[in-house]
């Protein structure tokens, strides 16, 4: 499993852009951040541990609000300079990975990016408790284990815990479409680490 196969799974993909259509709904936009290694890592963030914060202490990827004036795909951009201090010319944008309708009455649009890994890591502690990496490699052992090949599991039951946290919600939906289509692109619906 490579960065270039990576990429190419995710470019290739037809079945990843449905088009959502708002309805006086407020947009966001994430970025999965894919390093360029040998053993390709996801970079998740950690949101603090901050009282009435409805998000508090939940695995995330890099984003937040689009502001006006600009597109999901540069508000994504800036949201790694400002959460990570990642500036956007270490980060090559892949593809959209799709549209997904959160609880708050948002459509979010997650963005596939390799990060050169060259800009060194820095968050505010009072919204990021930490930065956590995860192997690609592990979370498809974990959607694989759990069953989660191709079907769409209840929100209730889509978790991949790993590393100390539990990825749910939209976070765990965009894994799960990203796991979906790079193995069955790359392994042409036959994947299986367990062999």
Not at 12 to 39: E, G
Not at 144 to 150: A, H, P, Q, T, W
Request: proline share 4%; glycine share 4%; with cysteine.
């Amino acid at each position: 499993l490579s960065i270039q196969s990576i990429t190419a799974s995710i470019s290739d993909s037809k079945a990843i852009k449905p088009v959502i259509q708002l309805k006086n709904q407020r947009q966001a936009s994430v970025f999965l951040l894919l390093t360029n290694t040998d053993d390709p890592e996801i970079l998740f963030i950690q949101k603090a541990d901050n009282p009435g914060y409805p998000w508090r202490n939940q695995p995330a990827f890099p984003g937040g609000h689009v502001d006006q004036n600009e597109t999901t795909l540069e508000a994504a951009y800036r949201e790694i300079e400002e959460e990570l201090a990642i500036p956007s010319f270490d980060v090559e944008h892949i593809d959209s990975l799709g549209h997904y309708e959160t609880i708050n009455n948002t459509v979010l649009e997650a963005f596939a990016g390799m990060w050169n890994g060259k800009s060194q890591v820095s968050h505010d502690v009072t919204e990021i408790s930490r930065v956590v990496m995860v192997k690609v490699t592990d979370l498809l052992k974990i959607h694989e284990s759990n069953n989660f090949l191709d079907r769409d599991p209840s929100l209730y039951e889509l978790i991949y815990s790993i590393n100390g946290i539990e990825i749910w919600g939209v976070t765990a939906r965009i894994v799960h479409k990203f796991l979906e289509i790079i193995r069955k692109t790359l392994c042409h619906g036959a994947f299986s680490l367990s062999s």
